[in-house]
C-alpha cells in the first residue's frame, strides 16, 4: 500500500493526466447529460449571490448547480492531491524557462507556484495588483465574454468539432504568448521582482 | 417581461449546460463532485495547476502541457464519436445532447483577454480551485477578481462587439 501511494505521488505524466483530463467529457455526459465546462460556475456564483437584475444572471443557476459541486470538488481534490499524495521534490522544471525566469526576478523553484508571487505577504502591494487582482479580472472577464475556458472550448469544445472553439483556443494562446513575450518582461520589472 | 426580452436576445443562456430533462437532487448530484475530486486530483497530480507549467507552455520550452491538453482533446473526440455512433444514453436512459457553440467575436477578443490573464495567473478556471484547495490559499483572491471580471461582463455585455 506504502508502495503504491508513493507511487502514485510522483509526478504523473502527460499521457496519464491528458486521457484522465479528456475522460471527464463522457463521464459528464454519460452520468447527466452535462458538457464539461468550468468558467461557467463563476458565471452561477455571480447569478446565485449578485445577480443585481442583470439580464445576464437571470437563469434558473439552481439547474447548474451540478457545475458548483463539480468546482467544489476539484477544490477537493486538490486538498487531498496536497494532504495524501504530496510530492515531496520540488518541481522539475524545463532548464530554459528557470533560466528564464531566474532573468525575471524569480528566485523559489521549490513548489507549483512561485513564492516570490503568491504569498498574502503580496497582497496589498503591486505583485498582488496584477497577479492576483487584475490576472483574476481578465480570466472571469475573459472566458465570459469568450463563452468557455479551456475546458468548455479547448476541449470539450474541440472534441465536438465545433469550429468557433477552435477560434477560442487559438485566441487563448495568442493573449498567452503576448503576456509572456511582450508584457511580462515589464510587469515584473514594475512590480519590483 | 422587459426582463424576458432581453434574455432572449441573449440565445447562449449557458455555455455549459444541463441537458439533463429529469431533475437531480441529493446522492445523485454528488456524483458531480466525486468527478470534480478525480479531476482536482489529477490537476494536482500532474501538476498542471503550476503557474511555471504554464511558462513553460508559453515559453514553447516543454511539450508537456500540449501534451496533456492535446491528449485530452484525442480521448473526448474519441468519446463523443462513441456516444454518437453508437447512440450511447445517459445512466438515466436520456439520449445524450451536447449544444453547439456559434461564433461571435467574443471568441477572438475575451479569448485573447482570458490569455493574458491565464500567463498572468498561471491558470485557467478549473486550476484556480485545485490551486486554493491544494493551499495556496491567496488564490481565492484571484477567483473574487474573476468572479468580479465575470460580473462586470455580464453588466456590460450587450454593450461589448458580439
Not at chain 1, 19 to 29: D, K, Q, R, S, Y
Not at chain 2, 20 to 36: A, D, F, N, P, T
Request: charged share 15%.
Amino acid at each position: 500500500m506504502e508502495q503504491l501511494i508513493d507511487w502514485i505521488s510522483q509526478p504523473w505524466p502527460w499521457y496519464v493526466a491528458g486521457p484522465l483530463i479528456g475522460l471527464t467529457v463522457p463521464a459528464l455526459l454519460i452520468i447527466g447529460n452535462k458538457s464539461f465546462g468550468i468558467s461557467s460556475s463563476l458565471r452561477h456564483a455571480c447569478a446565485a449571490c449578485i445577480p443585481a437584475k442583470i439580464p445576464f444572471f437571470q437563469y434558473d443557476w439552481k439547474k447548474e448547480i451540478w457545475n458548483i459541486l463539480f468546482v467544489a470538488g476539484i477544490f477537493l481534490g486538490g486538498v487531498i492531491a496536497s494532504v495524501f499524495l504530496s510530492n515531496p521534490d520540488a518541481i522539475v522544471l524545463a532548464e530554459s524557462t528557470q533560466q528564464d525566469l531566474i532573468q525575471l526576478g524569480i528566485t523559489d523553484f521549490r513548489n507549483l507556484l512561485p513564492a516570490d508571487i503568491f504569498s498574502w505577504s503580496n497582497l496589498f502591494t503591486l505583485k498582488g495588483l496584477f497577479f492576483f487582482v487584475i490576472g483574476g479580472f481578465l480570466v472571469g472577464f475573459g472566458t465570459r465574454y469568450a463563452g468557455g475556458c479551456t475546458s468548455g472550448h479547448a476541449i470539450m469544445g474541440i472534441s465536438n468539432l465545433q469550429w468557433p472553439s477552435l477560434v477560442a483556443t487559438i485566441f487563448f494562446m495568442l493573449g498567452g504568448f503576448v503576456m509572456t513575450h511582450l508584457l511580462l518582461p515589464y510587469i515584473m520589472q514594475w512590480v519590483g521582482l | 417581461m422587459k426582463v424576458k426580452e432581453k434574455i432572449e436576445s441573449n440565445p447562449v443562456e449557458c455555455e455549459a449546460p444541463n441537458m439533463g430533462k429529469s431533475g437531480e437532487s441529493g446522492w445523485k448530484l454528488m456524483r458531480y463532485l466525486i468527478v470534480g475530486v478525480l479531476f482536482g486530483i489529477v490537476f494536482v497530480k500532474a501538476e498542471v495547476i503550476s503557474w511555471f507549467r504554464i511558462q513553460e507552455m508559453f515559453r514553447l520550452q516543454s511539450f508537456f502541457m500540449y501534451g496533456v491538453i492535446g491528449s485530452a482533446i484525442l480521448v473526448g473526440l474519441i468519446s463523443i464519436q462513441l456516444i454518437k455512433r453508437f447512440g450511447i444514453k445517459t445512466l438515466g436512459g436520456e439520449p445524450i445532447k451536447i449544444a453547439d457553440k456559434e461564433f461571435r467575436k467574443g471568441q477572438i477578443i475575451g479569448g485573447f483577454i482570458f490569455g493574458l490573464g491565464w500567463a498572468l495567473t498561471g491558470a485557467c478556471p478549473g486550476p484556480l480551485f485545485a490551486q486554493i484547495g491544494s493551499g495556496f490559499s491567496v488564490v481565492a483572491v484571484t477567483l473574487l477578481s474573476a468572479i468580479a471580471g465575470t460580473w462586470v461582463y455580464g453588466k456590460f455585455a450587450d454593450k461589448l462587439p458580439n
